[in-house]
């Protein structure tokens, strides 16, 4: 397959792969995250982020929002996302099943991010008891459009939420992108910036399965074992979600995957931008490009087997790139696609868009 | 209190209060809704809408509408409602609640209204599991804006609603002024029109308490009285929610209530539109009449002990009629609100807008 | 009808109906709760309670104990109630519906009240994630068997229950009757024994609709007022809800209904108790009896007109007592029972007991 | 580690491990299950059970469960299970938190197994809206206490169930051990008799994480992939929950793995059981052993390093064996318990039994 649809399309990293393979071979291991390596994997957060944080893992990146969001407010509060935010857009209602009703309320904001201006409107609007007030402002660092908060941004907004009583939650399922693009440290990114909690997600970064909830306010994760267990979320055999995370700590992998899936994304942001007929829609600060494709060519593409995806909410295709993604296949897809478009240049266009399916 | 506040600062009308007399004097009576004033009251709505539909009693607006929508889907799927509508923007996420989850999508539509096409663009617009499948439409009657459907608008929306697998809900809160300002049968209004279920309004009509939801797909309702009851929404001593409808039902009183409120807000938008700088802000077909006031001279009224809203999402002020709205108030207001817009043009306009609470 | 089969048959006492009545004399009134109305009777509510409590109204006894309890306790915890509660029997899954998800854990006890050293062995008996640790103990006073704890027993069960960091409900659907046969203070029975929150029954000694809900621990309250709303319990014409607790509060109403119906209930139990064959099967210390009454007799009541519902839970007939019962309708019970008795006892017995609806 | 703990204290069978890596090897592949390995995986389940059945995989045992009784029944409604059930006592109130509050319903039985006639009794009992509708039956196969239901019991239990519009599931967590013990076909012990949903144990087998939920109704499958993403139950990298299970079922390695950890639980049942002062508490049907152990030589044991888990519920200890427990550890298990009650036999009992973490 030769693709950009997703860095989940990605397999798993070498080095994550064989700490998995190590952690079976240690025999018998205590259940439910009480073992050995989980343990290690948890300490090495804590310090990779310089800090005490309370660190737990569940499955996927659903649950690891939905959760940590519904820890940061009760059903009749709200929480503050950007209109194009995965939690609003492609969780099929998740963080309102479990938080059991708290509305998300969205914000807009040029580049996919939440402006701290904005926020404080939407908090201030209105100061009623039939409207649900804002507990918590997520933000999502790379965003989704592929664009990047900085530190200071990051920082503004954190700010505007604590004056008005909100915690702040990042949506990290590509954190490691924004961590490897902004070149700053994991604990300047987010508690030092005022993040409460962090989703760190590692299935895109080269993982099997299985997210990090991160607390840098530890009285928020009080009770949130039980919440991870309640919902379904906690692994019996822990340590094949917890292990292979220490593939991806040792030796920085975690970011020279990162690094490695950015670096293509600015190379296929590169060729194709310089084909004519071709837009790139937002800075590719981190490992997507977005881009509106010559309509013609777009199909001519994927006849010719090549997978991405169209994003619905803002129009043009998705383009991910991946911890593997070659620069073979960036140089082939860039080169395939200007001839396309110079092909669709010499001929009449086509009338009818096709229809594609959804990014996921 | 000289008010156009909200219809619900409105009390009971006589002869609601009359039967709810009444009620009281026949000593015991079964529990739970299996009392002979209940029946009576259910047959006489059947009879009202010329059909065999399926009648409730809650307790309010809130629980209607969000127990009605929940039996139209399951927590994975959706509900398309106006940006404005009020299951939306002041229920506190009720309707969230009751379903566990279910994500109100909105669209948007001149007069505070859905568009059918608008409506056919947000179900088709995904067809993913990421995104949860509408399944219900609802629509308010009069819209929260006081403007109205007519019953073609009505069946288009029906029509595309049920092309695609959804059903129809009716918020009719101010159901009667509807039904009186069209002059059209109740019957044609809802279920010949296509709509599967209507939450039909006694409150703001002359109720002290109490909704009816009216299943006209009857199949819909298999279950709705477990619902009912787990919700914390079955009356004990239910004749005392369901004999005050028949005071209203008893020579259409409930339409008599409603068109003398439509009287006095068509009355209050004459008057005051009539005057330098107020604009009437949509057609004031039901109750309701929105303005936009001058800033100095709205602060005066209040300052004179007018009560009444600022309809945050739109911007204007509401004026909301109520069945016992005097001519003579109607007149009043108008008449202080001149007064003040002429002694405002005599001087320098004020700075900053005062803070007033938000409708409800 | 002559009936004990629940005293939510009882319809609305004179007292209540003549402050609903005033209360619609007085025109508008602000909605929501911010009348007049409404804060007289919680003033009254907080001096008959002699502190400084935070009172809400809903509209009925399942809403009143399930949002209660959510208050308490988070989706993943528990509540530890008696395996007769009404919670836990007759609500069709409302607790776990308005918590998410908290589980009833049963506890068993003499006389349908819950034991302090049961409690203590349910709340030490696991300590892992795997199971919902207890947050809330709830005891019903009255019971659903109609004894009584005296205060040094909830005083004894509050204190285990504070040890264990579980807060203290009182479902309080017969809370008069039980303060009325007890005769202390209402609050030596509820805040100086330990009870944090009450629910406070209106309905069953004599109002139309409506319970109050007081929070003795004002700290849990904080968000109680949302919590309302999002579940469809806010009364949008308050004043119809609280007024009527005006006429209950005022002359110590509350209080002689009470005593009538709990003096009718001795009365009753004194009268059949003493009919052969027939066996009180709890004390009748508030206004119901509970009797094992021989099958035919039963059933020749029944078909003379009687209502009265079996016990599912613990065998037998349970006969309310309404603040109207007259004592003619005890003395003709009383002797018609008698009378069928002895018929009985001239012939052969029946072989199958007829099946009767459940209590309610 | 040595250990009788629990079979998800065991690792990744090496078939399971390989089938991964293999998975890996294929570099990108679909997302969200629409992938080559999760539709080989799906086909060779519905060979095994011999028909067209709908297969889904989820995380783990209380998502698995949860999802599918959620899908069985509405809030409103109930479930019927063992008192001993999992659903009941191990998931921290998962069920009702993924339902939004079905009750379970408890039923006792021998040999912690479901009964027909007291099924029948509790359905039967009350028809009235105040109770939850029971519309699932759920059972344990193997059960919660190492015990088998034999094909007619299923089907027994089946019948009654749907003769009063219930569901069948069953939680097959040992559903393996249950199959490789009775030597039945899948379909036999499933579909053919009565079970509509089953949900597939894999973790417990071998597999690293994940569970098959199965429907042999296919009806009650309509929706479920929506239930299964908003419940943050996809995964995105699916292949590599799926992948794992070929392992298990190319050449029959889940029942060899089964039929292992059986046969194990037999031996030691059989060594222990010999030894004074020991009893077995249940027949070992399956892979575990339940056994009142003298209080000192347990202590001795745990001392010695051995891990086990009391099982509070029946009391008891609980020794599980897994796909790879050893003979030579059976035999040292038994050697050491022998020694150490043979050496408490020589001196005085202690006085208090230690406190152990509970069974997970």
């Known amino acids: 397959m030769q693709d950009f649809a997703s860095d989940n399309y990605a397999g798993v990293c070498p080095e994550a792969l064989r700490a998995l393979v190590e952690a079976n071979a240690s025999g018998h291991e205590v259940a439910y995250g009480d ?3 989980t343990r290690r994997v948890c300490d090495r957060l804590r310090a990779l982020f310089e800090t005490d944080c309370e660190v737990f893992f569940v499955f996927n990146g659903t649950a690891a929002n939905s959760l940590a969001l519904a820890s940061l407010c009760q059903s009749y509060q709200s929480v503050i996302c950007h209109e194009l935010a995965h939690v609003e857009t ?8 479990f938080s059991n009703g708290s509305k998300l309320i969205t914000s ?6 939440l402006d701290p201006v904005a926020i404080e ?5 209105r100061n009623d008891i039939h409207s649900p007030r804002p507990k918590a402002v997520t933000l999502t660092q790379a965003t989704e459009v592929g664009t990047l908060y900085t530190v200071e941004e990051v920082r503004a907004i954190s700010e505007v939420a604590h004056r008005h009583g909100m915690s702040v939650h990042m949506d990290g399922a590509r954190f490691a992108n924004a961590v490897a693009a902004l070149a700053v440290s994991p ?13 760190f997600g590692g299935t895109k970064n080269g993982l099997p399965v299985g997210e990090a909830v991160v607390f840098f306010k530890k009285s928020l994760a009080a009770d949130f074992a039980y919440r991870v267990k309640q919902a379904g979320q906690l692994a019996s055999k822990m340590r094949f979600i917890s292990a292979p995370w220490l593939g991806l700590l040792d030796d920085d992998v975690w970011l020279r995957n990162a690094r490695h ?12 931008g310089a084909i004519p007929g071709v837009r790139i829609m937002f800075p590719p600060q981190a490992n997507a490009v977005f881009a509106e494709l010559p309509v013609d060519a777009a199909r001519t593409l ?5 997978v991405f995806y169209d994003f619905i909410a803002a129009g043009g295709s998705r383009l991910m790139c991946a911890w593997d993604t070659a620069p073979e296949t960036v140089a082939r897809f860039a080169a395939e696609l200007n001839a396309a478009v ?9 009338a009818v868009p096709p229809i594609e399916p959804t990014a996921a």
Chains 1, 2, 3, 4 share one sequence.
Do not use: Y
């Open 108 to 113: 807009r904001g040029p580049l996919g991010k």
């Open 187 to 199: 604990a300047d990114m987010t508690w030092r910036a005022g993040v409460d909690v962090l989703c």
């Open 35 to 37: 073992d050995s390596w």
């Open 302 to 306: 994927r006849q010719n087997g090549w």
């Open 121 to 125: 409107a939407l908090v201030t609007r």
């Open 342 to 350: 110079m092909a669709g240049r010499a001929v009449a266009p086509a």
């Open 90 to 97: 492609d969780e099929c209602g998740g963080p309102e099943f």
């Open 261 to 272: 899936a950015n670096a293509m994304a600015r190379l296929l942001a590169e060729r194709i």
